[in-house]
């Protein structure tokens, strides 16, 4: 394996940035709502805001902020100007990106923001330096700039600022712990929305969509992150990373230790089985995913899954929603089925 060309100094200090973050992911998440109110991670809309919101229409509310490549945060604001375009692109694709993810969630489902209560999106852009990773650290989203040899910015990809966004998602609903099954749940939720949010964008329904993540932040035409359509084939024979270890069905799910090498119990690769079953039921509802595919997953992680969901218990409450919203026997019920079936859960 070749080397990424930064030095032991600089790839230390991102793992000591990253291990930070997640530990402050986790001890937001685990707050209840009134100590997130008390740390502002909540939003607590004064009343006459609260009233003038019910007369009219909600709106997404954006902050961006840039780092200056150092490692407070949220760093300084930058405003967009009114009518215009931020100059710097991250700020513009961060702001944009944010956007899209809002009305996505809105326009479907009725949620105003991550809370429901109209949460105001912070974007803290060129995080550190070199940083090759994008994160909702659990209170706001973080973009780094890659280092420039195996990821360039993590702003270039909707479908990875959808995936971050997801996570603050699930922070205010399922919650799911990021370990072993719920981890997977967690990273494969995020990912399914990640690709949907983008394809919802592009207009693409089943067919047209390439169902990859970070295809555009990892260098090398050949790579993505990850694919839902075929998990372990979204690299192959990168210099850098090897092969993609993604299984696609539970007889590949990796029986990891809880630590960081171990990426706790596999969360990042084991999602791919969850990820292939929602690609599979999605393919066979054909056209746009997230029309029906997407809404019964929703429905899943609002209503029913929880801290320690497994993906047993995934299959079943995603069952039971399309059975809920399509009816008894009906091709999308089965669709679900076939999906979980093929990933051989
Ligand atoms: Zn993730």
Redesign the pocket.
Known sequence: MQDDGRSEEEKLEERLRTHRLKSDREFFAALSPQQQHLLSVKADPPEEERRRRKKREPEPKIKIYTCNHKYALPGTPIVRPKGGRFQDRDAENAYKGMYHCWKFFYELFKRDSLDNHGLVLKNSIHYGKRYGNA?WDGKQMIYGDGDGVTFKTFTADLDIIG??IT?GLIQFTANFAYEFQPGAL??AF??IFGVLIKQRVLNENVKEADWLIGSSTMLGRKYALRSLKAPGTAYIGHPVWGDDPQPATMDGYMKLKFSDEDDWGGV?WNSGIPNYAFYVAAYDMGGYAWKKAGRIWYAALMEDLRYDSTFEEAKKFTILHARKIFGKGSLEEKAVIHGWRTAKI
């Open positions: 994160m995936h971050e996570h967690n990273e995020s990912d990042h």
